[in-house]
């Protein structure tokens, strides 16, 4: 039976653990709060910024049966089928 050896603990220091007087990126800690001009910086910055322009658009991977599904075009179309047929099914009539 070959003897277990055991590791020492902290014999490596690890890269990634946080050090002693480590300060964040830019000064900014946890439970620090944003000012109202920065605030109003970033609100500028992403406004009228949609589709392609937009900082999470991924390609346009939606589906074209989705996108026509939830459009504003298709939503009114439903609603005035329902409203031309009194809200009731037209092959069983509402049974």
């Known amino acids: 039976m070959r003897p277990v050896k055991f590791r020492a603990y902290n014999t490596k220091p690890n890269r ?7 300060k964040k990126l830019g000064g900014f800690v946890k439970g620090s709060k944003h000012t109202e001009i920065s605030k109003d910086k970033v ?9 392609k ?11 074209l049966q989705i996108i026509i599904r939830y459009s504003r075009k298709m939503e009114e179309w439903r609603k005035k089928i329902f409203e031309r047929d009194n809200y009731t099914c037209r092959k069983f009539g509402g049974e």
Do not use: E
């Not at 990634?16 to 480590?22: C, D, I, N, R, V």
């Not at 322009?53 to 589906?63: D, E, M, V």
């Open 16 to 22: 990634t653990s946080f050090k002693k007087g480590h």
């Open 43 to 51: 609100r500028q910055s992403l406004l009228n910024k949609t589709g």
């Open 53 to 63: 322009l937009a900082r999470n658009w991924q390609g346009g991977k939606t589906p």
